[in-house]
Each structure stands twice: as C-alpha cells, then as structure tokens.
T-cell receptor, first 112, second 111 residues
Framework: NAGVMQNPRHLVRRRGQEARLRCSPM?????VYWYRQLPEEGLKFMVY????????ESGMPKERFSAEFPKEGPSILRIQQVVRGDSAAYFC??????????FGPGTRLTVT | GENVEQHPSTLSVQEGDSAVIKCTYS??????FPWYKQELGKGPQLIID?????GEKKDQRIAVTLNKTAKHFSLHITETQPEDSAVYFC??????????FGAGTTVTVRA
C-alpha cells in the first residue's frame, strides 16, 4: 500500500507567481489535511478536507490560499501571488477517518 | 486555541541510554496525543499515540505517559540506538483532526 504522495517535492517560484501543490492520499483514505512547517518550527494546521468538502480551514491565510479535494484526483493546495514569507515545507496527511494521520514527504516551496 | 510546549529542544544521549521528551498543552478539551518522528528531508512518521482515557501506552522500546490533571504527556525511548536520531514532535488535538504541534526535539544518539 503506497503511502501519501506529494508532488512536486521541490518547487521554486518567483514572487507574484502561483504555486500548486498536489497530494494523493493513501488508498482508502478520504480525509486530507494540509500543514505548513517553517524552518526550525513545528507543523501548523492549515485545512482539513473530505472528498469535495472543506471541513475546517481555520488555519488558512484569508487571502491567496485555497485548497480543494475533488471527487476524482488529488487534493490541491493553491497559493496565488506568492511572497517570500510563503517559503516553507508544506505537508499533506491523510486518514481513513478522523484518527491517525499519515504524512507525505512534503513539498518544499522556495520563493525567490 | 491549543498551545503545545515541548522540552527540551535538543537532547544528546549515549547509545543504550534512555531519552525522555516532555510536552504540556493548554486546552483541557484535548483528548488525542500523537508523537511523530521526522528524519531529515522526510515527512513526520507516527510512532505512537495515546488517548485521554489511557494513562500509559507502550510499544517495544517507546512508551508514552499522559497526566490529564497536569496537562502534560511524555515520550520515553529506552535502549536508544543510532537510528533513533531524528526530530521528535508531540501534538495534541481536541477533535481528532486539528493537530497542534510542539516545536520539536532534536535527538542525537552518540555511538
């Protein structure tokens, strides 16, 4: 059973560009979570989604950030008009229900 | 919201010795407490978790204890090995999905 997959693993964007981060949950998992990790810090919750629904987005910045988990395909975290402060590692996790979360390898976003 | 503090930030132990990491949390509604191990360049790996109806849980060389009254929980690693070297994170959640993480402990096991 493949683990949580994220791509790309590394992403470089210039200020003002858009970043799209993809997450494919583990097989059989319908719950997806996104977290952001700044250097030398713990992970910060961003959003919790189930298929086609956003359950809790209380950790998402109000502007420029959006997330979706369509009926078919991976979950997408989208950051519009990136700024240098968006540089971080973004981790996706999945679970079969509201329980143990299994994390992917992360996408390391660098904004130049 | 939940605030989790983790100590120490770094821990160096001799191979074979024990390592203990402590966390405190602020939200008395929190009822789920997982621990994650993160190796360089990788995602966090769930190593053990505990719920508020249990005071202690053990899995081979690792154990977690929970004191709900004092709002703290600890990770114990016995007979440490070089492969235990990593960053360890504690987390707490009142609803099983919104994990609040501590800042992490970098554990180094000296051979």
């Amino acid at each position: 059973n493949a683990g949580v997959m994220q791509n790309p693993r590394h992403l470089v964007r210039r200020r003002g560009q858009e970043a799209r981060l993809r997450c494919s949950p583990m097989k059989g998992h319908s719950h997806v979570y996104w977290y952001r990790q700044l250097p030398e810090e713990g992970l910060k919750f961003m959003v919790y989604l189930q298929k086609e629904n956003i359950i809790d987005e209380s950790g998402m910045p109000k502007e420029r950030f959006s997330a979706e988990f369509p009926k078919e395909g991976p979950s997408i975290l989208r950051i519009q008009q990136v700024v240098r402060g968006d540089s971080a590692a973004y981790f996706c996790a999945s679970s079969p229900a509201r329980n143990e979360q299994y994390f992917g390898p992360g996408t390391r976003l660098t904004v130049t | 919201g939940e605030n989790v503090e983790q100590h120490p930030s770094t821990l160096s132990v001799q191979e074979g010795d024990s390592a203990v990491i402590k966390c405190t949390y602020s939200d008395s509604a929190s009822n789920y407490f997982p621990w994650y191990k993160q190796e360089l360049g990788k995602g966090p790996q769930l190593i053990i978790d505990i719920r508020s109806n249990v005071g202690e849980k053990k899995d081979q060389r690792i154990a977690v204890t929970l004191n709900k009254t004092a709002k703290h929980f600890s990770l114990h690693i016995t007979e440490t090995q070089p492969e235990d070297s990593a960053v360890y994170f504690c987390a707490a959640s009142p609803n099983d999905y919104k994990l609040s993480f501590g800042a992490g402990t970098t554990v180094t096991v000296r051979a």
